[in-house]
Nanobody, 117 residues
Framework: QVQLQESGPGLVKPSQTLSLTCTVSGGSITTNYYYCSWIRQAPGKGLEWMGAIAYSGSLYDSPSLKSRTSISRDTAKNQFTLQLRSVTPEDTAVYYC?????????WGKGTQVTVTS
């Protein structure tokens, strides 16, 4: 059974870079047609897809966040990461990682990130 776990700081100051890591267990992120995504949900808002990295290493960006996000992976650790630059209080949200074959079949529990000075 595939399980995902997000990790990272719960508090980030404005203008800093948010870094989150998702550790995948029970499956390899390099398996054919396996995709790893980041999604967030701000208070009172819907889910927002932030981007993904494919089994091949190909990257997929959200047009609205592309200039501020970087997604990468460590295949040896079976992890993928999100960096969000120049954060503002509007980036306060619960951040989720998700993965699966051709989509987002399995989700982590989410981690709260608050941007505050």
């Amino acid at each position: 059974q595939v399980q995902l776990q997000e990790s990272g700081p719960g508090l980030v100051k404005p203008s800093q870079t948010l870094s989150l890591t998702c550790t995948v267990s029970g499956g390899s992120i390099t398996t054919n047609y396996y995709y790893c995504s980041w999604i967030r949900q701000a208070p009172g808002k819907g889910l927002e897809w932030m981007g993904a990295i494919a089994y091949s290493g190909s990257l997929y960006d959200s047009p609205s966040l592309k200039s501020r996000t970087s997604i990468s992976r460590d295949t040896a650790k079976n992890q993928f990461t999100l960096q969000l630059r120049s954060v503002t209080p509007e980036d306060t949200a619960v951040y989720y990682c998700a993965s699966g074959h051709y989509g987002m079949n399995c989700w982590g529990k989410g981690t709260q990130v608050t941007v505050t000075s």
